[in-house]
């Protein structure tokens, strides 16, 4: 059996044989992980024991042995999360034996019996499988006097909540226990006794404590768990529940009773509980060795050891420290003896040999157990009156920390410490190790106990002297040892106050010595279970946690080190018989070293592979295997040549054998053939004669019956044809007739309606022509005689003007809210009116189909009276004809009423259907249009994310292009000390945009790069030509990147415009009207300059007799003036009648079909019901376009010259003129209602702000408060400032507006003072000779552009851009002030056609911004400065490109303004570039600065206080409720976004790119809170997920506040507010997987499972997470396909994009202040 695989029957029998052998004791130790098998492979070697040797007596010792398992297994076992049945206590079991070598009894100690199991189990873990057994059998006669119920009933059995054992019935386990005890001499009284105690166990956890106050606590009266727990014990009520509640406190002088709290007695209860379990578990032990022991002299004896292995969790107490403590001896005692063995072995063969070195772990063991080692510390604090679990670790670290390299402290803890086992390193949490060791238990309550009248209770607690069993007394021969219990009690009257105090440590230590003793003495056997996977799964093998089961047991040290040597040996003889095949006959001598040594030499040749003993050959690692192969190749060819001949042989047999049976076999076959073919035949020739017959006559039936049916079916089909040939031929007659009726209505109707159009146009023409007559009299009575009359006494009529202009105003003020009041009933009744007039025009129509309908019918209805009353006249032969001719009349009218009542319902079906379908095919559009739509922008947004980061990537190569390149200047600069450096700005502003440029420039560097010396040329230039290349390939990428980006851009334009383009019908047409209205208002203001220019030079050079009102020459230009005026009059006139013309031959020229003329009419139709006289023009309108649609007539032709065809034109579109001043009317009022809605609104939302941020200072302690308080009064005197700067803009507006007309009327008074200068001197005429003509010329009308000389670049650049300071610019002056400065320059090179000074100023100014960026790229103000004006650039030259899609916003003025001669498109993309790297430049700011707040400011500062006080267990208390100084909190980060987003509101940055900045700002925020959330596991908890979305709450506030919701930032924050929530949800059942799975949509399955495992309890009301619940969460989110990895990318920056946003600012009003110093610009 040696020869086999390695098995526990192997290693019995090697330990039985031994022992026989060498007469010496043996020792098997068993140890393993949980769940390894350690007790069943226990259990094998000794039913191998009992198999073999046999008993001694007739006692059958051996099946006492073997039936001590069950017991040891029901009240030593558990169910735990690794294993079923996993040992919960060490045992050593001594088998004895006697000379024959027979079984004569056995002995058995325990170790460390895991007490806190009876009083709590973890989650899908039992309590001892006696328990359960008891609760499973409780129904049987005799336990009904225990009372007890399921074990979901009792406190001590379902905390785990899994009370059944798959595969395992308790009832059936309870039999196999008590008939276990019967066998080993344990009388019924006895287990009745121990099933009474236990289920006393179970019903004392069921005792329930009321809180009187904070420190007592009572039982309710008769409280039937401890009423049972006492009659089951014997013990009094009364006295059991008085010292439940209290302890007895002994001073040297009196005794107190003191009552305890609710939360001790609990304590207490669970205590008492462990200990009456303790002394039942002894109890029980010394009986099973009472009956074990046997009065034969005992021999010898082999030992098993079922212990417990090296053990390593999240948690790691009191009793993994014992376990590994316990293991560090026994890998001693296994090292020691398994290389003392190998040694010993090769020094015997005499092999040369090293000795080895291997891994002593007695310094780990000193740390333990030596003085002022951790037990002897761990003692010392027990016997403090005052010690506790953190006394006791300071302690460990001011004794061993960075004394002893093998114990650590945690970084993150205080309250625990590391140890380097010699497997791996364990962290041990001190709390609990304190009271672990001391065991306490009330004395008073033992007392009790022992005062029991049940006998066995008391037995229980008595001395171990009476306690122990007679198998202590051992034979000579061995160490004697004494039984030792792993926990004694304290408290035994027997022993010493010393012995009293003894602990858990010292006891177990003492027992762990004994243990090592009897090992040492004895000859070990080692057996490492190992635990193939922790699922418990069959059939499935986990290499990884093999090897480290391997690792942690040592055997892997022990195989590298016996690889060293010679692990394989072979004795000679052993040698010779296994491979004796290889040899040959003439190898093989009578010597069997010496062969061996022959054969040896021939097979492997290096000979350092083997070495030769006295009595062994030993083998290096391998060779072994490889004699094996040789031996099996031979025999295989062997077997071969064997398997071929006897193969041959057998196969030829068979052959022959087969052949002659098949000869016979065909013989019967063919001749059997043969007749049947011949059968087959016969059958053939009849059967076709029958079928030939047979179809004839189915041919012919069938063809008869064909033929009939046939001819009945011509004759109905003739039929019917005939009938309907007669209906349609009816039909037709009868449609004729009703065609001819309503034909002619219709004509009737038509001319009617022509008529009444024609006259109306006459009426409006006239009216046109009045109202023309009327204004020729208007202007003739403006004439200059008129003035004259009226300017007298003009002093006191200004005054009264200005009197009536305040009136006005007031006026003005009252009429626009009557106005605001009336346009919202105007709406209303609009919208009313409308809908009738719909209701009635579809009404009205269907009347007229109804009256035409019925017309017919009476119509027919008198010609059938006519008829009728002719054949009454007729003979009475024909009566009878008459009357039947009558019937069939009135049926066939019934008949075509029924089939136009069914026509009219098919049609309105039809209708309904087409309808339908109009809006299905509507709705499925709109939906593809809006998938179309998102899918372009994802592709868009995509694009952008590549482009930007190529972009980025470009400016980094740029960056690193510039360096180069200064090196390269001071390479050359270099040898030549006396040459100074120019400025290399001039020489690189054409380079950077322009490939031409950047050619020429690099020539330049390599002619200039020639002087140096010629060793460092060729690196350079070529790193330098790379560079190059790489350069032009990142433009072509970004050209075929912008342009795709712009194709794209182009088709969302293009859908959008589709959607746009039915109200743009008529927007050519206004277009073409303004037009010709700013030429006609261009020449008239030509014209008043050249009058204006004609009184100047009046004055100037005439006397002043010759100006005055009565002069020759003044009528002369008075009389010219009003010539002028007429005639702008006339031509006024003449252009409106000539566009009439163009427009009436335009569509004259253009076919319009019958769709367009339908939309036509129906645009029409409505400009016509907005104007003033709706009654009449509607009336006219519908006239006219039934008129189109009904007759293709001619209105050129309506008289003889087309005369009314012109003037109707003419009046449409003076119609039209009105319309669109009306419409230019009503939204000059909307607007202004708008306005002030808005301003209500913002009214409002100020009040709202106010009023939340007076709830939130309140909520804020004093010095918060003031400081708030503070910020908000900067914000507010800062917005205010901003508001006072407009208000004070648009007063020098109307200052400078009322200025020119203070001017105008000053002019006039002038005008009429003339006549009045007649009586004064000529020198006081001269004084003031220009002051009446030439005010106007001083107020200069500014082109909105600003000059400067070409050598003044470097200056405005310096000035605007290099050495300004954002913070004065964004307080003291107007938004974007240098970009507007900057552009009015390039207008006015523009202007010049100066094309070499706009690109030098446009590449001077992306320069120095760069360089401004790249000298203060840390300031967030001055990136966001020049972040906000390059924005602001880029749109002015959109605004002002003269391209039709940016001037729809702009006024007259400003589209004068656009640029004439250059297309600035290409400078337009390098700006947006370059805002793209401002804007990454900006992002990468705001995260420097956000980053050290975020973790401190989200995680751990306490923004609600109080609620995570309670900190996990074992974890560094990291935050305080009150924040140090220089710890951030929520409020900082808070005030930094306000001043982010203030500065930027400030600098006018758009607020689109606001919003997006606020959107990256939040994806950090939310990235490095989940990315730290994920890494520590001391936030994981359920009070942090509270403060978290607390946290996230006051973030969407402060988004609320500043309007900023629709941004897109809240979000960003939603991974962060999945985690808050998972950290809070229940995490138990299935259904709480569901909700997590559905929940955590925007976490990965990698978070999701890292949450879960990192999730910590603060307190005993909270569980840790499961690990089948966190595998349910996996399984459930297998399909989902997301990323993998843990993180997010916090470095991760969206896609920007820059809205066109135009200004509404006039350039020429812009101001440049002294302050920026540009004195050396000019406006022009």
Partial sequence: MGDMDPHIFAVAEEAYKQMARDERNQSIIVSGESGAGKTVSAKYAMRYFATVSGSASEANVEEKVLASNPIMESIGNAKTTRNDNSSRFGKYIEIGFDKRYRIIGANMRTYLLEKSRVVFQAEEERNYHIFYQLCASAKLPEFKMLRLENADNFHYTKQGGSPVIEGVDDAKEMAHTRQACTLLGISESYQMGIFRILAGILHLGNVGFTSRDSDSCTIPPKHEPLTIFCDLMGVDYEEMCHWLCHRKLATTTETYIKPISKLQATNARDALAKHIYAKLFNWIVDHVNRAL???????????????????????????????????????????????????????????????????????????????????????????????????????????????????????????????????????????????????????????????????????????DEKAISPTSAISSGRVPLTRASSKPTKGKPGQTAKEHKKTVGHQFRNSLHLLMETLNATTPHYVRCIKPNDFKFPFTFDEKRAVQQLRACGVLETIRISAAGFPSRWTYQEFFSR???????????????????????????????????????????????????????????????????????????????????????QRYVRGYQARCYAKFLRRTRAATIIQKYWRMYVVRRRYKIKRAATVVLQSYLRGYLARNRYRKMLRQHKAVIIQKWVRGWLARTHYKRSMQAIIYLQCCFRRMMAKRELKKLKIEARSVERYKKLHIGMENKIMQLQRKVDEQNKDYKCLLEKLTNLEGVYNSETEKLRSDLERLHLSEEEAKIATGRVLSLQEEIAKLRKDLEQTQSEKKCIEERADRYKQETEQLVSNLKEENTLLKQEKEALNHRIVEQAKEMTETMEKKLVEETKQLELDLNDERLRYQNLLNEFSRLEERYDDLKEEMTLMVNVPKPGHKRTDSTHSSNESEYTFSSEIAETEDILLRTEEPSEKKVPLDMSLFLKLQKRVTELEQEKQVMQDELDRKEELVLRSKAKEEERPQVRGAELEYESLKRQELESENKKLKNELNELRKALSEKSAPEVTAPGAPAYRVLMEQLTSVSEELDVRKEEVLILRSQLVSQKEAIQPKDDKNTMTDSTILLEDVQKMKDKGEIAQAYI??????????????????????????????????????????????????????????????????????????????????????????????????????????????????????????????????????????????????????????????????????????????????????????????????????????????????NDDQKVRSLLTSTINSIKKVLKKRGDDFETVSFWLSNTCRFLHCLKQYSGEEGFMKHNTSRQNEHCLTNFDLAEYRQVLSDLAIQIYQQLVRVLENILQPMIVSGMLEHETIQGVSGVKPTGLRKRTSSIADEGTYTLDSILRQLNSFHSVMCQHGMDPELIKQVVKQMFYIVGAITLNNLLLRKDMCSWSKGMQIRYNVSQLEEWLRDKNLMNSGAKETLEPLIQAAQLLQVKKKTDDDAEAICSMCNALTTAQIVKVLNLYTPVNEFEERVSVSFIRTIQMRLRDRKDSPQLLMDAKHIFPVTFPFNPSSLALETIQIPASLGLGFISRV
């Fill in 293 to 463: 022991h046997s009065a034969i002299k005992q021999h010898s004896f082999i030992g098993v050891l079922d212990i417990y292995g090296f053990e390593t969790f999240e948690i790691n107490s009191f009793e993994q420290f014992c376990i590994n403590y316990a293991n560090e001896k026994l890998q001693q005692q296994f090292n020691m003896h398994v290389f003392k063995l190998e040694q010993e072995e090769y020094m015997k063969e005499q092999i040369p040999w090293t000795l080895i070195d291997f891994y002593d772990n007695q310094p780990c063991i000193n740390l333990i157990e030596s003085k002022l080692g951790i037990l002897d510390l761990l003692d010392e604090e027990c016997k403090m009156p005052k010690g506790t679990d953190d006394t006791w670790a300071q302690k460990l670290y001011n004794t061993h920390l960075n004394k002893c390299a093998l114990f650590e402290k945690p970084r993150l803890s205080n309250k625990a410490f590391i140890i380097q086992h010699f497997a791996d390193k364990v962290e041990y949490q001190c709390e609990g190790f304190l009271e672990k060791n001391k065991d306490t238990v009330f004395e008073e309550q033992i007392k009790v106990l022992k005062s029991s009248k049940f006998k066995m209770l008391p037995e229980l607690f008595q001395d």
């Fill in 1183 to 1392: 006239g006219l376009k039934e008129t189109n649609r009904s007759s293709a007539m001619d209105y050129h032709e309506l008289n003889e010259d087309g005369e009314l065809w012109l003037v109707y034109e003419g009046l449409k579109q003076a119609n039209r003129l009105l319309e669109s001043q009306l419409q230019s009317q009503k939204r000059s009022h909307e607007n202004e209602a708008e306005a002030l809605r808005g301003e209500i609104q913002s009214l409002k939302e100020e009040n709202n702000r106010q009023q939340q941020l007076l709830a939130q200072n309140l909520q804020l302690p004093p010095e918060a408060r003031i400081e708030a308080s503070l910020q908000h009064e900067i914000t507010r005197l800062t917005n205010e400032n901003l508001d006072l700067m407009e208000q004070l803009e648009k007063q020098d507006k109307t200052v400078r507006k009322l200025k020119k007309q203070l001017k105008v009327f000053a002019k006039k008074i002038g005008e009429l003072e003339v006549g009045q200068m007649e009586n004064i001197s000529p020198g006081q005429i001269i004084d003031e000779p220009i002051r009446p003509v030439n005010i106007p010329r001083k107020e200069k009308d500014f082109q909105g552009m600003l000059e400067y000389k070409k050598e003044d670049e470097q200056k405005l650049v310096k000035n605007l851009i290099l050495e300004l300071k954002p913070r004065g610019v964004a307080v003291n002056l107007i938004p974007g002030l240098p970009a507007y400065i900057l552009f009015m320059c390039v207008r006015h090179a523009d202007y010049l």
């Fill in 579 to 665: 491979y004796r095949v290889l040899m040959k006959q003439k190898d093989v001598l009578s010597d069997r070293k010496q062969t061996c040594k022959n054969v040896l030499e021939k097979l492997i040749v290096d000979q350092d592979k083997y070495q030769f003993g006295k009595t062994k050959i030993f083998f290096r690692a391998g060779q072994v295997a490889y004699l094996e192969k040789l031996r099996a190749d031979k025999l295989r060819a062997a077997c071969i040549r064997i398997q071929k001949t006897i193969r041959g042989w057998l196969l030829r047999k068979k052959y022959l054998r087969m052949r002659r049976a098949a000869i016979a076999v």
